[in-house]
Nanobody, 112 residues
């Protein structure tokens, strides 16, 4: 299954953005899906995960601000990002675990 992230853009600090991750096929059998991000000049880091049963986990730096979800009927995963900060600026990637692969990602820029 190929995954494609979209929905990035420029947003002001304190704003919101919703990313989508569209799969080329069914995600019913995918146990764990994840969002990662790579800030400029830094290493890629895990942002959030979601299991097939809907259990979620978040990195400490987004807890309470970001929300991960998945819609198996639409073969799509989402990342709702609220209260965005300049340090959230990064290329965001969606992938599956435990064997991640990296597509193009979508750039999120938080700036006034």
């Amino acid at each position: 299954v190929q995954l494609q992230a979209s929905g990035g853009g420029l947003v002001q600090p304190g704003g919101s953005l919703k990313l989508s991750c569209a799969a080329s096929g069914s995600i019913d059998s995918i146990v764990v899906m994840a969002w990662y991000r790579q800030p400029p000049g830094k290493q890629r880091e895990l942002v959030a995960t979601i299991t097939g049963t809907g259990a979620t986990n978040y990195a400490y730096f987004v807890k309470g601000r970001f929300s991960i979800s998945r819609d198996n009927a639409k073969n799509t995963m989402y990342l709702q990002m609220n209260s965005l900060k300049p340090e959230d600026t990064a290329v965001y990637y969606c992938t599956v675990l435990p064997f991640p692969s990296w597509g193009q990602g979508t750039l999120v820029t938080v700036s006034s």
